[in-house]
């Protein structure tokens, strides 16, 4: 069960795989996070390391227990280290091919055969990177949210062949271990809450993209006027819109609705490279330093 797993892998040090090593690090746990090189594992690390810093500057965490979770973590080029892992979580980019590359590899890699591995993808199906190990019943969905140190919930997603063990053993180490609350959710296409937020992320980018308001009349109109801690688009921006129109493309892919079609807009965006909160521009205008 969830109290034997005590060696997680975290594949991708990105803004949520990062985020996924540091509170498996902050809850005590032995936790390699691999990246595509050594440049980038450091990266990672630096990344770690600087929301660490963050949360001792804010009072949240003390500067020993910072220390120990940074510790606890170690930063590697080579999937191959991943080797002894009870638990790995896949990061990377939200992209079919790159995380079913992921799977494949780890399938061949993971030692022991009771291992779990798990997606942290926001709307790709679970099914389709199952389908790609020799274990498609250990496979399943750990959706954490952004900032994943601050937000509470995680969705735990099962296919048609995760077994009950898995699902049960995976909610108990989310909520139990690292005191995350758990919601169930059947493996489609965006899950509980991106089938439900992105509708109203690109309904708020095609009111900006008509001229019927500007961005910042969207945002403070909802944040005001509905009691919303951020407005739609300062959500997008901070999400990525990359990150959202891929997840767009995957409910509107499985579903055929209009309203989960991404907008031009959002396209032409993602396009340009203006992606948002990371490259420093997207529907706002963010300081990088």
């Not at 055969?113 to 790709?124: G, R």
């Not at 919930?153 to 609350?181: I, M, N, P, Q």
């Not at 980018?205 to 801690?229: K, N, Q, V, W, Y």
């Amino acid at each position: 069960m969830s109290g034997d797993i005590r060696r997680i892998g975290v594949v991708g040090g990105g803004q949520m795989g990062a985020g996924v090593a540091e509170v498996c690090a902050r809850a005590g746990l032995d936790t390699v996070v691999c990246e595509v090189d050594a440049v980038a594992a450091r990266a990672a690390r630096d990344r770690v390391a600087a929301s660490l810093d963050r949360a001792v500057r804010r009072g949240k965490l003390e500067e020993s227990a910072a220390q120990n979770a940074l510790t606890r973590l170690v930063f590697t080029g080579d999937l191959e280290d991943l080797a002894d892992r009870q638990l790995v979580v896949e990061a990377v980019v939200e992209n079919p091919d790159a995380k079913t590359e992921v799977f494949a590899a780890l399938d061949k890699i993971i030692e022991d055969p009771a291992a779990v591995l798990a997606t942290n993808t926001s709307s790709l199906p679970v099914m389709r990177l199952g389908m790609a190990t020799s274990r498609a019943d250990r496979v399943v969905g750990l959706h954490f949210f952004n900032p994943v140190p601050v937000l509470p919930l995680v969705e735990v997603v099962t296919s048609l062949h995760t077994s009950a063990d898995t699902a049960a053993t995976v909610e108990d180490f989310a909520a139990r271990v690292l005191g995350k609350t758990v919601i169930r959710s059947r493996d489609r296409a965006g899950f509980v809450v991106n089938a439900l937020l992105i509708p109203y992320l690109l309904s708020a980018i095609r009111m900006a993209e008509s001229g019927f308001a500007t961005a910042a009349g969207i945002d403070t109109g909802m944040e005001l006027g509905c009691a919303h801690p951020m407005g739609p688009l300062k959500l997008a921006d901070l999400i990525g819109l990359d990150t959202v129109a891929s997840i767009a493309e995957s409910l509107y892919d499985e579903f055929r609705e209009p309203l989960y079609a991404p907008p031009p807009l959002l396209q032409r965006m993602v396009e340009a490279g203006l992606l948002g909160r990371k490259t420093g521009r997207g529907f706002h205008t963010y300081d990088r330093g």
